[in-house]
Each structure stands twice: as C-alpha cells, then as structure tokens.
C-alpha cells in the first residue's frame, strides 16, 4: 500500500534500485549512495538512535541545509516511529529557542558549526544531546551515533518498523508564517504519502530513469516531499544549494527539480543580462527571441509564420538556454508563491515544462497542480486539484480543501485546530476562483485591507499583476485606512541596465538609477499602464522605489518567500509615510 513514508525507500529498492538513489558533492566530487547504501545506513542509525534511548512518539529536530545526512536521519527517525521537528537553518534564536521548547525535544541535529552554537544557546539548560553532520568541535558525530547501532537488535528494529501505521506522526513542521508566533503543523505518514501517490499519478514522471537537484529547503514539507516523490518513481536525489545550482546543472544534468519563483526569476534575470554583452545583429536576434518568448503561449496553436519564427528562435537563441540549463532538463515544479507568465512562457519556449501548484504546510503541502503537457496546462493559473483532494470555495470566496493529506492538526493548539478543520474542511485563508476546474488564487483573506473610503482591497491580485512588469521585481501594495493605495517597489535592476544602456542614461550606483526621473517615469507608466485592468479604487496612485530586494535572512520575507507585510511595513515606514503625506495626486 506504500501508506508509511519511508516505505518508498524500500519500493525503489525493490523495484528501481539506483546506484544514485542519494548523492551530494563533497569538495569536487559527488558522493554517492546506492538504493542498497542507503537502506543499510538507514537501518544503522535507527539502531543508533534505539541505543541511545530513542522511542516512538519521541521529538528530534534537525537544523541543517539539504543534505544527504537530512534525508538518511529523516528515514531513520520514520521507521522507529520517532517525530522530526524540522528547524529552517535561517530561523532566529528566539524562534529556535520557542520551536525546541513547544515540541519538547530530546535529541537534535546540527548540519554546521554555526547550527550547534545556536542549537546549544537555544537549549541552554537543557539535557537534549546535539549530533553534527559533520565534524564539530565539542559535538558528536553522525557516526559516533551510528557506531552505537547494535546488530542484536535488528529483528527488534523489524517488528517496530512493521509496527508504524498510516496515522501514526511523520513530522512537526513549526511554519514561518508573514504574522505571529509560530504554529505546529502535525502532519502523519497518510498525509504525506497521499500526497507522494497523487502527484506521481499526476505529473506521470517516467519511472526509474530521472535524475532530480533538491536545494530548496529539507526543513519545508515542499522539498522533503518531493524527495519521498523522487524515492517512489525510482529518481536519483542530488543534493545542492541555490548558490551552487548553474554548477550542479551542467554537472548533474537533471531531467528536474523543484523551485520557488524566485530561481527561475534569476535565470531570467541572467537572460536578460545577457543581451547587455551582445552588439549589432546578435543583440537584436536575442532580444527579438526573448520577446517571443514572453509571449509564449504552449496550448495555443501557432500561424504557419509564428511557427517558423518560434523554430528559428529556437533553433538560434532557445537551445542555448536549455543547454545552460544541462541540456536535459524538462519538468520544472514550482510553488510557495505566485510565479509570473512571462516565466512559465519563457521555459515552456526553451522546452521545459514548468507545472505551476498550490499548496500549504497544513495540506502536506500539494492542493493542486498544473498538468505537464501543453495542450492542458493553464499559464497564470495553479492547476486542478490533486487526485483524490478536493476543493470549493465559501461563500466569501476563501478556498477549502478535504482529503487525505489534510494535516492532524496544531501542536498542542485545540482551538487553533479546531477554527482551522471547521465544518471538516482546511480553511487556507486564500481567495480564489475556480475556471473549468483551474484554480486562481486573488490574495489572502487576511490581507485584504479597506480604504478609508471603505473600499476593499486584495493587495495580492494588484502585486501579481503588477509583477508582470518586465522592470518590477518585488512590489507591497499599502493604503489600509488612507485614501487610496500605493505601493513600494524594488525594480528588477538588470532590466533597468539594460533600459539604461540603450536610452543613453549615465548613473554610478543601483541606487542612483532608482532616483533618476527617466527611471521614475518608467515605472510611473507601467503602473498606470496596468492600473487601467483594476476599478478605480484599486489604482496605484502613489510608489516609492526600494533599493535594496527584501529577503529572508532580514526577516523582509518568510522562509516560503513570502511577503512579511509587518516587517516590511515597519522598515519602509518613512516611505509610506512620505506617499501620504501631500494630497492625493490628480
């Protein structure tokens, strides 16, 4: 039935066995594990973590960037019945410290130095061991644990793995909302496994023959799901970092990976830089392909001219693309936030399918997906819902979901759980519409924000649409309880220095370009261009450029990328104050 996660360790080994089931680059070479490596050492750990006092329904946690160590522990702690209590490597100190102390956690591992620092400063106090992944100053091994592995004890070890059900807990995954404290997201082997079956039937990923990168975070269900993914159609996992992808794409040369927005918003951004180095005919060939490109569109049929230059352009400036990208890449996953059309459109041109989804912690985390082939898939939509989950919308137009991955509920939160699984529903807070199936996400029901005109606003649907802009990388729409609603906004800096370049504008800094007037103007035409698409309340009446983007480890976004409006709202508050402090513009 595969209804226990780590049971799809155990199917590849019997029906895919690879010798890359797991691998990650050590220095200049890749490490490699075989489907028969990686059972072996799982099983060894599981019997260190028995000896040293280890049982079912116990809380680990693991703080650690991808790794194969994550994925062997991970498995290790699934058969013994023990809960991973996931921490993302950028999380605070207070954080670490409140997530350590909630789940009452007994044992944890580090994957670097700066990890056991904060690991031991969050645990002061505490007895709870600290194991490295790698060699630590002060912290035992990996395989100081495994050495405690008794092979006395493997038929117990047997009878415990025989004995973990479908509804016994697979992890605790504290999620890094954009408000408030951290909640407890308890999710069970069902959950995960539901979700592992539906998407394998859904995309229809060839068996036993892909080879897949992982460098999006292990501690998100997103990634340590497509893993499991991976494992059960028989892929080869390899293990890198966003820093090191263009490196493990012409070394790995992958068939496909999974990714939030934000990567394949840089690649875009290196295509767009790249035209800055060509002169002459080449320059204009290359612009002229990527306009094509962007405007791509693979389930509508092409003019018999449309499909003579799409094939040129593919011919002369698209497979160079695919060939940067490893020459073998064709399914792109990609969730967490809202991706732009002119993304999707451009990978699908270049030959790589890109299936935009939707998903939460608390759903395992895929609701729904878009189909690999180009004849269904719906660009600027996230697909239909999984096989076997379902999906209507209230009477408000927030979107609910029922199925098998829908998580147990908060940790130690019975209201929380309860206002969330109401009426036997997961209420995701997210507003959408349904099209023939497709679903559309408009914005989130809890940053919906109302003028002081009582207009209502979704800053979500305006940011999407505005994003849309070839020179505007990150955008917060604000305005609640003012006059109308304005917005700060970081520009995508390699496009402006390309706009530069040809309109003959000097500058020295990125920081002097936002200021220049002919920069101002630009971006003051594109959002009036897309404000006509929006009612007049909704319009953009206002914008600061930022000069920095806003990331994670500032606190600026959530670990998922997400807007952290707060935060955000707070550091950029004598710009936003500035935008309301003269009368409305005409």
Not at 282 to 307: C, V
Not at 543 to 564: I, M, N, Y
């Amino acid at each position: 039935m595969l209804d226990r996660a780590f049971d799809f360790l155990f199917h590849q080994a019997s029906l895919f066995p690879r010798q890359d089931c797991l691998s990650a680059r050590r220095g200049k070479e890749w490490t490699r594990l075989s489907t028969t490596d990686t059972v072996e050492r799982v099983n060894r750990i599981s019997l260190g973590l028995m000896g040293i006092g280890i049982e079912k329904g116990d809380k680990v946690a693991i703080a650690a960037d991808n790794c194969l160590e994550w994925t062997l522990v991970d498995l290790a702690l699934q058969q013994i019945g023990a809960v991973s209590v996931p921490l993302y490597p950028t999380c605070t100190l207070d954080d670490a410290r409140y997530i350590l102390a909630h789940a009452e956690v007994k044992l944890a591992f580090a994957g670097s130095a700066s990890l056991a620092r904060k690991l031991t400063d969050a645990l002061c106090g505490s007895e709870c061991p600290i194991y490295g992944f790698v060699q630590i100053d002060g912290i035992a091994g990996l395989d100081e644990l495994e050495a405690q592995a008794d092979q006395a004890r493997v038929d117990e070890l047997d009878t415990i793995r025989a004995g973990i059900t479908a509804d016994d807990v697979f992890t605790i995954i504290y999620t890094s909302g954009t408000t408030g404290r951290s909640k407890g997201v308890v999710l069970n082997h069902r959950n995960v496994t539901s979700t592992v079956r539906s998407v394998a039937a859904h995309t229809g990923l060839p068996q036993g023959s892909c080879r897949a990168l992982s460098f999006l975070p292990l501690s998100h269900i997103f990634e340590r799901a497509g893993v499991l993914y991976y494992m059960y159609t028989g892929t080869a996992v390899y293990f890198a970092t966003v820093e090191t992808l263009s490196t493990a794409l012409a070394e790995v040369r992958p068939h496909t990976f999974s990714a939030v927005p934000r990567v394949l918003e840089k690649v875009y951004e290196k295509l767009v830089g790249k035209a800055r180095t060509l002169k002459g005919v080449q320059r204009r060939i290359y612009l002229w392909a990527l306009r094509i490109a962007e405007n791509y569109e693979p389930s509508r049929s092409l003019s018999p001219l449309g499909a003579l230059q799409f094939a040129l352009a593919r011919k002369l400036v698209f497979s160079k693309w695919h060939a940067a990208m490893g020459g073998e890449l064709r399914w792109i996953n990609v969730g967490s936030a809202a991706l732009q059309p002119r993304l999707a459109r451009m990978f699908w041109a270049a030959g790589v399918v890109v299936s935009e989804g939707y998903g939460m912690t608390e759903a395992a985390p895929v609701i729904s997906a878009n189909p690999f082939s180009a004849r269904d898939v719906r660009i600027g939509t996230v697909g239909i819902a999984m096989p076997g989950v379902e999906v209507r919308l209230a009477d408000d137009g927030e979107i609910l979901v029922r199925g098998p991955n829908v998580m147990v509920g908060y940790y130690k939160e019975p209201e929380l759980t309860a206002e969330a699984l109401a009426g036997g529903w997961l209420h995701t807070g997210d507003i959408g519409v349904v099209e023939d199936g497709y679903i559309r996400i408009t914005d989130r029901k809890k940053e919906m924000f109302k003028t002081s005109n009582g207009k209502y606003i979704a800053p979500q649907i305006i940011e999407n649409k505005l994003k849309e802009s070839a020179f505007i990388d990150q955008i917060m729409v604000v305005g609640d309880g003012q006059k109308y609603a304005s917005a700060l906004i970081v520009p995508l800096f390699e496009k402006l220095r390309e706009w530069c370049s040809d309109h003959g504008i000097a500058y020295t800094s990125d920081s002097e370009m936002a200021r220049h007037p002919r920069i101002v103007e630009l971006i003051d035409r594109e959002i009036k261009r897309f404000n006509r698409q929006f009612g007049s309340w909704e319009h953009i009446k206002k914008f600061s450029l930022v000069e920095t983007p806003w990331c994670v480890d500032r606190g600026e976004l959530a670990p998922t990328l997400k807007l952290r409006r707060k935060v955000i709202a707070e550091r950029c508050r004598h710009l936003i104050e500035s935008m309301y402090a003269h009368p409305e513009p005409a």
